[in-house]
């Protein structure tokens, strides 16, 4: 066993041009936050270590870690949150549920991809995903349990994403349906590997209720070029807004959160000049 800290946040600040930038909708935030770090908090901390015990325990390498005593609580708030989602999660599922194909693969993998995506898009766009699986009828008949929503999705290869959340959100079903992320990945996969094309990508979902939740939402692929023809234009005025620094207030007070570079100041909350 290594002496691998595992629960040490590294911020790996995603794949650098991806859904998550170009969705931020302040220009000037997404500048901000390269420049001073997203102050993002204690919640994606707990997101990050929980992403990061999954890419031990799904291929069944624990035994390459240690992992911290009971009380890392009392140091780490978000270390203590990460096990307490780490224990319910392992107590649920097994890491057999699906076969895993590769972790936290980066798109585009070589210069031959970043080129012919640079060709389609015209602008840098990266994703990271956190695991591409395989899941076979057995794996679903396996899970009719633990993951009932996943009964009827046609087996084969997916892009699973794991959502560590606050929240229950009742409209997730719909809200990934529409969410460019879930439209994205596989757009991308697909349109670099025709091959060896994914069916659709997976939430799955896990709630930090007192007694942690769970559940599971399968959003399947569009057609590539259908997907294609909207994420382009979409992302190309995204790069555009995001190059000028625009600023938009709408985005300071979103959804009862207050922008960390309001509350630093280092934002003044004028527009550009
Ligand atoms: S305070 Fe508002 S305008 Fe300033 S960076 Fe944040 S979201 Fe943008």
Request: with cysteine.
């Amino acid at each position: 066993m290594t002496s691998l800290k595992i629960l040490e946040d590294k911020d790996t600040g995603g794949s650098g041009t991806g859904n998550s930038l170009y969705t931020n909708p302040c220009g000037r935030k997404t500048i901000l936050d390269k420049k001073l770090g997203s102050g993002s908090g204690a919640d994606a901390s707990v997101g990050r270590m929980f992403h990061t015990l999954m890419e031990y325990w799904y291929p069944g390498k624990m035994n390459e870690i240690a992992l911290p005593d009971s009380d890392v609580t009392a140091s780490s708030w978000a270390a203590g949150e990460a096990m307490r989602l780490f224990t319910a999660y392992t107590e649920r599922y097994k890491p057999t549920d699906l076969e895993v194909i590769s972790i936290e693969q980066q798109l585009p993998s070589n210069d031959e991809q970043k080129h012919a995506l640079h060709e389609a898009f015209g602008i840098p766009i990266t994703a990271r995903m956190d695991m591409l699986v395989n899941i076979t009828q057995e794996h679903i008949d396996a899970m009719a349990e633990t993951r009932p929503e996943l009964a009827e999705i046609q087996p084969g290869r997916w892009i699973w994403d794991f959502k560590t959340k606050k929240r229950t959100g009742n409209t997730d079903v719909f809200r990934y349906s529409v969410d460019t992320q879930f439209m994205l990945y596989p757009a991308l996969w697909n349109y670099l590997h025709p091959d060896e094309p994914v069916l659709g990508m997976i939430a799955d979902c896990i709630v930090r209720n007192k007694e942690v939740k769970f559940y599971t939402i399968a959003v399947p692929a569009l057609d590539v070029h259908e997907a294609m023809s909207i994420l382009v234009p979409y992302y190309q005025r995204k790069y555009a807004t995001h190059k000028l620094g625009h600023v938009e207030l709408t985005a300071c007070f979103d959804w009862g959160k207050v922008c960390p570079h309001y509350e630093t100041g280092a934002c003044d909350r004028k527009p550009s000049t």
